[in-house]
Structures are given as structure tokens and as C-alpha cells.
């Protein structure tokens, strides 16, 4: 569904990614993995247009989207949930929401996953009319992924969704995750939780540095001596 | 000491001058609001309304229209084609430079700035361009105080304005994405947002409502110059810091209470201190309250 190849993007001077390629395919929940500053957010931050490619190619179900405007990326059916949540923290939960759609004129049919999404996420249904902002750290990952729902994406990208929060939430999430796939999404997941997120993927890749370093099928990632020794070590 | 009946007058004044300076004030904290860019080319645009304003007044009566068609329909074109102004800066002066850090688009605005006034006095002249319909003399007397006709104008335009303005940006999709993108940019585009444009409406808007400022003002003074916006610019920024610089509601607040200051000053020590009174609160909110003095969290940006 979603390919890069040989994608490079930097900042300045500094290259963040220096040839990536990366497959996910239809229906599949791939893993990004990789310490901090390899590149995973730059990646999917190439993905959703907001960083542009010093060369190679990204392609959604074989046509190109590298060099289109955000809008148009999410116009496809790509949504991201960025590193950080990035909640809207001055509008309601409702408007976050609905701020989720903005591209669809539907209104019946966002009528329809307004309640889908409540439904998925029932401790936001008290807090609609509530500031986003005062949600706890937990409730606003909630936020951030419904509101991407809300945009009714093919294939979301998922950055660190679980990062900060209690056991009890990071559970909740990944429940959350399996959820949607069973749903026809498609994700590519980048986690720091390592374990939990190769036992959920299909499929998996190791960055380092700006380039993928290990792909391999997530039981045998589990079972690679340096992903144990890196990115396992404490669990 | 004024009397009492002086007092009034004067608030009623400054409601009036303060309304405009709201009107104009809204410019300025809007695109601070989402591209935190001062543009000092702000008054420039709304001298530019006046004069389009003006123009297109003298035009319609000239054509035979009556003075209640002539003036509504001279606003209107003001707004629209002064909004093209606003919108043709953005193109040309600040998007360009979005990426290339804070000084070099505040110089930008300032070239900007003294183009557009060489501009109106090539194309204008250095004389006062005087609006075609003689209105501010006509009024009516509340107890002491005398309220102009145009005075009652200019707070019903600037009170609808405002109201309207609130509606778009609390209620209508594309108002909800121009919050968003003052919030918070990048996450405005992963939702969709076309920011570029949503960047273009608010010049567009800004403009609109400078350039309406700018009528009504002609209209009570009677004419306005290629100089006009320096002070009235500078007028709208004290309004908008006033009211916190970013902020919607604070920029309108900000407006009528630097207007009645302002009124109340020139009453009371004397009408040359009122420049004075307005810009010393400028730099001692800047130096002790530069988040304006409403409301004590960090203002709602839009
Ligand atoms: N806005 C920026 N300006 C300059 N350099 C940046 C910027 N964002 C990221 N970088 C650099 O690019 C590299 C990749 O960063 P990126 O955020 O993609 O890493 P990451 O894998 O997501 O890390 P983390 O796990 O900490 O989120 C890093 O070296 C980082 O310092
Ligand atoms: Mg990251």
C-alpha cells in the first residue's frame, strides 16, 4: 500500500534520513523501531508531506505522493497521529474532533463516526464539551487517535502513541490498535515499546541512524540478539 | 475639571475613534495570531481602504446614486479590493520568507509599508483627498452630549463587524481551521488544513476590515491623506497589545479602551497629549504586561 524508496530528507546540514525503504503492505500493522534520533518521526513526517525529500520516492498504492501538500496526503486516506499528541488545547473535545473530519462533507457519515469513535473511546464522551487541554496526558493520546479516526483514514501512521503513559493505558492502547486493524486500517507504528509493539505488528523494521538497519518478520526481531540487547534490554 | 456633560462627549467620542482603532487592531492580532509576523504594513492597508473607499464613493454619486446606496455599496468595494491588497502583500512580501526566521519578514513589512504609501502618493498626490458627501454635521443631541450620525454609523458597522467576525471564527469550518492553525500549524495540516490558505483569508479578512476602518473614518473626518496609516497603524498595534496580541476579543476590547483613553486624555490635559497618553501605554504594557492586559492566562491566540 504504502512504499518508500531510497528516501532522504534533512535539516540543514544534518541528514535524517539517508535512503529508507519501507514497505507496508494492505491490512498490515507494521513496526517502525529505533533509538532516539534515528529518524522514525522524520519518516512519517515524509509521509505526511510536512518534510520534503532531498531525493527517492514515496508511493501510495503505486501512485506518487511525495511533493504533494499535506492536505492532499490526508485527502488519500493517510492520517497521522504525531509524536506529542498534538491536541488542539484551546477547542473543546468536540471540536478536536471534528477537527478530525475537516476535509469530509459528509455530515451524516461524520455524524455516524462521531458516535463510532465515542463508542471506541467512551471516557471521551463525557468530555466533549470539556477544553481539551485539561484532559490528562492519557485521555489526549485518546483524543489524538480518535480525532484521526475521524478523518477516516486507509493507512495511519502512528507516532509513539505510547510513550509517557501508565501500564494500565499503554494496555488500553495497544487494545485500541488491534481494534482498528480488525477494522480494514492499515498502520505503521512507531513505538518505543519495543516488546509490545513487534508481539502486535506483522511485519518490522529497525532504524538507525537515518536508515533501516534490520527488516525481518517481528517474531524473529524478538529473537535478534542486538534488538534484544538494544531496544529490549529492560524489560 | 470638565463638566460632566464634557465627560460623556468624550467617551462617546472615544467609542468611536476606538471602534476603529478595534476594526484595524483585528488585522494585526489576527496574523500575529497564526504567522506570529507584526505587519507593519497594517496601516499602510487600511490608508489604502480609505482611499479605495473614497474613490469608489465619489464614483457611484457621480454616477447618480443616492448617498444610501453610494456609501454602503463604496464600503463594500473597499473591503473587496483593499482584501486583494492584504492578500497580494502575503504573496508577495511574507510568504516567501515564512521559512527564513522573525527579522527578515518584519523588514519585509516594513519596505512594504513605505512602498504602499509612495505608491498612493504617486498614484493620489500629496494633497488630503476629501470624501464626496459632506455627513459629519448632521447628528442629534442626547441630553449634553451630541452624537454625529456617522459616530452612531461607525459603532453599528464596527459592533456588526465584530459579532460576525466572532460567528465565522467560533462556528464556521473554515473559522475552526484558522484557530487550529494559530494553535498549532503542522498538526493543522495532518488534519487537512490548508494552511497556505488559511494563512491567504486571514490577510484577505484583515485587510477587509482595515479597509472598512478605513471609510468610516473618512466619512467622520472628512478626508485622509497618503500618511494616514502611520498613526492609525501604530494606534491599532497599542490596541492589539493592549488587548494581548493574538487576541480576537482582546484586540476589540483594547480598541474602545484606547479610544476613550485617549478621548478622556485629550479632554482632560489637553488634545495634543493624546498621542502621548496612547503610546506611553503602549511601551509601559510592553515593558510590564507584554501579554496585554486581559485575562491572566496566555491569551487565546484567535
Ligand atoms: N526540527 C529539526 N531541526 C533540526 N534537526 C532535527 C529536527 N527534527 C529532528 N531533527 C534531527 O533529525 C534526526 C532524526 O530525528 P527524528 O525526530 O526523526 O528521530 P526519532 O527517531 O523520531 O527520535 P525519537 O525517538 O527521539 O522521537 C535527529 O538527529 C534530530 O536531531
Ligand atoms: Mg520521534
Redesign the pocket.
Known amino acids: 500500500m504504502l512504499e518508500l524508496s531510497g528516501v532522504r530528507a534533512n535539516?540543514?546540514a544534518?541528514e535524517?534520513l539517508k535512503g529508507v525503504d519501507l514497505e507496508v503492505k494492505k491490512g498490515a500493522i507494521v513496526t517502525l523501531i529505533?533509538?532516539?534520533?534515528?529518524?522514525?518521526?522524520?519518516?512519517l513526517?515524509a509521509v505526511s508531506g510536512l518534510r520534503p525529500l532531498s531525493s527517492g520516492r514515496i508511493t501510495l498504492e503505486g501512485e506518487p505522493i511525495d511533493g504533494l501538500p499535506p492536505e492532499a496526503i490526508v485527502a488519500r486516506g493517510v492520517v497521522q497521529v504525531p509524536?506529542g499528541r498534538r491536541i488542539f488545547t484551546r477547542m473543546s473535545v468536540r471540536e478536536n474532533l471534528l477537527m478530525g473530519a475537516f476535509l469530509r462533507r459528509d455530515r451524516d457519515g461524520i455524524a455516524r463516526d462521531l458516535a463510532r469513535v465515542l463508542d471506541l473511546f467512551p471516557l471521551l464522551r463525557d468530555r466533549l464539551k470539556q477544553n481539551a487541554g485539561t484532559l490528562s496526558g492519557g485521555e489526549q493520546q485518546m483524543l489524538a487517535i480518535a480525532r484521526a479516526l475521524m478523518g477516516r483514514p486507509r493507512l495511519l501512521l502512528l507516532?509513539?502513541p505510547s510513550l509517557g503513559l501508565a501500564p494500565s493505558m499503554v494496555k488500553a492502547i495497544f487494545d485500541i490498535i488491534a481494534e482498528i486493524r480488525t477494522e480494514g486500517v492499515t498502520l505503521l507504528l512507531?513505538e518505543?515499546n519495543v516488546n509490545r509493539a513487534l508481539r502486535i505488528a506483522d511485519d518490522g523494521y529497525v532504524?538507525a541512524t537515518?536508515a533501516v538497519v534490520l527488516h525481518d518478520t517481528p517474531s524473529r526481531l524478538l529473537q535478534n540478539e542486538d534488538v534484544k540487547r538494544a531496544y529490549l534490554g529492560d524489560e | 475639571m470638565i463638566p460632566g456633560g464634557q465627560f460623556f462627549q468624550q467617551i462617546v467620542n472615544g467609542l468611536t475613534v476606538g471602534a476603529v482603532y478595534a476594526l484595524i487592531a483585528l488585522g494585526y492580532t489576527m496574523v500575529y495570531g497564526i504567522i506570529e509576523l507584526i505587519n507593519f504594513a497594517h496601516g499602510e492597508i487600511y490608508m489604502i481602504g480609505a482611499y479605495v473607499g473614497t474613490i469608489a464613493a465619489a464614483l457611484l454619486l457621480g454616477a447618480g446614486l443616492p448617498a444610501t446606496a453610494a456609501i454602503p455599496l463604496a464600503i463594500v468595494a473597499a473591503a473587496a479590493i483593499t482584501g486583494l491588497y492584504g492578500l497580494s502583500a502575503e504573496r508577495i512580501a511574507y510568504r516567501p520568507l515564512r521559512k527564513a526566521g522573525r527579522l527578515a519578514p518584519l523588514i519585509s513589512a516594513l519596505g512594504l509599508s513605505i512602498f504602499l504609501q509612495q505608491y498612493v502618493l504617486l498614484a493620489q498626490g500629496a494633497r488630503d483627498k476629501v470624501f464626496p458627501e459632506e455627513i459629519t454635521s448632521s447628528g442629534f443631541t442626547l441630553g449634553p452630549v451630541r452624537v454625529a450620525f456617522v459616530q452612531v454609523l461607525i459603532l453599528a458597522v464596527a459592533a456588526l463587524l465584530m459579532v460576525a467576525l466572532q460567528a465565522f471564527v467560533r462556528r464556521t469550518r473554515m473559522g475552526r481551521a484558522m484557530r487550529c492553525a494559530a494553535q498549532d500549524p503542522v498538526m493543522a495540516s495532518l488534519v487537512g488544513v490548508p494552511v497556505d490558505r488559511v494563512i491567504a483569508l486571514t490577510f484577505i479578512i484583515g485587510s477587509a476590515l482595515a479597509a472598512v476602518a478605513g471609510v468610516l473614518v473618512v466619512m467622520y473626518y472628512g478626508k485622509v491623506n497618503y500618511l494616514a496609516g502611520y498613526t492609525a497603524g501604530l494606534k491599532a498595534f497599542t490596541a492589539a497589545v493592549l488587548g494581548g496580541i493574538g487576541n480576537i476579543p482582546g484586540a476589540m476590547v483594547g480598541g474602545l479602551f484606547l479610544g476613550v483613553v485617549e478621548s478622556l486624555a485629550a479632554g482632560y490635559i489637553g488634545g495634543e497629549y493624546k498621542d502621548v497618553v496612547a503610546f506611553v501605554m503602549l511601551v509601559v504594557v510592553l515593558i510590564v504586561r507584554p501579554q496585554g492586559l486581559l485575562g491572566v492566562r496566555v491569551p487565546d491566540k484567535i
Open positions: 535539516y540543514g544534518i535524517a529505533g533509538s532516539n534520533g534515528a529518524g522514525k518521526s522524520t519518516a513526517m509524536e507516532d509513539e512507531v518505543q532504524l537515518g
